[in-house]
């Protein structure tokens, strides 16, 4: 099977539905240009038919943009895919991303239809986007909830007709990890001509198992992944790209090859975070606040020691210059030591003793002890380092 996984980046379509979240067009050019700078196969630029702005943005992002394949959504409608051809007009590589809710529950509320008339719907889609680009993706909506058997009969149609990639979305954030990985080896296992289409993952994070559904999805052979930055997308949000692309980088073990420069995810995830008014968690992996920062003693003992002990990813490889060792009541000695030396402030065992006792009581009073604190602690001053 082929090892290069393509990331297929939703930041400017499923994230920007985010309340509060939306961004002008002018913004949206600027995150486009950091997601091509980032290495992300294909942008979802946005979804043509909803807006004048989303329409003008799709049109702005491919004239912007370059490498990457620009993509614009549509439901299964051919106003909507003509409205989508349009604003694809100066991509260089362009996609239409078109679909229909499969599971039960979207065939008989959202659709009031049948099963039959659904895969009608969805071939009928496909084909009519193909007679204007060569790429289309097309998505199963809450195909987590869709019974597999018949799954498998809309992808069938669906690739017959010309999909490229087969998006097998869990819209509902519902899937178990081993459901979700079981579901899409029951698709490469049963149905016909899978080998010319690409299997994309779409996962949401309502149970927070997003990412792991993602992994489990390429682990059982999908090929694209559909992300975000930061995570940010409809209620508890999309799988987070910079999570994806540091599984795959860090465990070799699974030999798969993304094209994305990691060392640009922190400045990406700040440029999303601000432009979309948007804070990052301080506690999210790869790009919070704390995903490189030591508090507890034992910890930062072991780190000063070998950062190996307690860290699996440098932090230089995501873009960020240092862990930190954050000066808490739960740090020990060695932590003192350490930042009173890169303060120039040497001390004998006795003095440390005495400094980290004081350390202790002002610990237990103040939450964020700074640099100018423990200067003090240790009788010595700013002024006096730098001489
Ligand atoms: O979550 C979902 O099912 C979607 C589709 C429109 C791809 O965002
Ligand atoms: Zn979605």
């Not at 990052?280 to 704390?290: D, M, S, T, W, Y």
Request: net charge negative; hydrophobic share 40%.
């Amino acid at each position: 099977m082929d090892n290069r996984l393509f990331i297929f980046d939703t930041t400017l379509r499923d994230g920007e539905q985010v309340p509060g979240c939306q961004l002008n067009t002018v913004e949206k050019i600027q995150v486009a240009k950091a997601l091509e700078a980032l290495g992300v196969d294909v942008i979802e630029a946005g979804f043509p038919i909803s807006s004048p702005g989303d329409f003008n943005s799709v049109i702005e992002i491919s004239k912007a943009v370059t490498w990457p394949t620009i993509c614009a959504l549509t439901r299964s409608v051919q106003k909507d895919i003509d409205v989508a051809v349009d604003a694809l007009r100066f991509a260089k590589h362009k996609r239409i991303h078109t679909g229909i809710g499969t599971s039960d529950s979207h065939i008989k509320y959202k659709f009031n239809s049948n099963r039959e008339e659904i895969i009608e719907r969805a071939v009928a889609a496909v084909k009519y986007a193909r007679r204007f680009v060569e790429d289309v993706e097309f998505y199963a909506e809450d195909a987590g909830r869709t019974e597999n058997e018949y799954l498998a009969r809309v992808i069938e149609a669906v690739i017959k007709a010309g999909a490229t990639v087969v998006n097998i979305p869990d819209t509902t954030g519902y899937c178990l990890p081993s459901e979700y990985g079981a579901k899409i080896k029951y698709l490469i296992d049963h149905v016909d001509g899978i080998d010319k289409a690409i299997i994309s993952t779409h996962c949401h994070n309502d149970l927070g198992m997003a990412t792991a559904n993602t992994i489990a999805g390429v682990l059982n052979g999908a090929r694209q992944v559909e992300v975000t930055i930061n995570g940010i997308g409809e209620r508890a949000g999309n799988t987070a790209l910079e999570e994806i692309a540091m599984i795959i980088k860090s465990h070799h073990e699974i030999d798969i090859q993304t094209n994305i420069n990691t060392q640009k995810i922190y400045p990406t995830s700040r440029m999303v975070s601000s432009l979309m008014n948007m804070p990052v968690q301080p506690n999210k992996a790869i790009v919070g606040r704390n995903a490189f920062a030591h508090s507890s003693g034992i910890h930062q003992d072991g780190v000063l020691k070998n950062v190996q002990t307690y860290e699996i990813i440098d932090p230089h490889d995501v873009g960020i210059d240092d862990n930190s060792i954050v000066l808490t009541a739960r740090s020990g000695r060695a932590a003192l030591k350490n930042r009173l030396s890169v303060l120039g402030v040497k001390l004998e065992q006795d003095n440390l003793d005495k400094v980290y006792e004081e350390f202790l009581k002002l610990a237990d009073k103040k939450k964020d002890i700074n640099d100018d604190d423990i200067l003090v602690l240790a009788g010595a001053d700013r002024a006096q380092n730098h001489r």
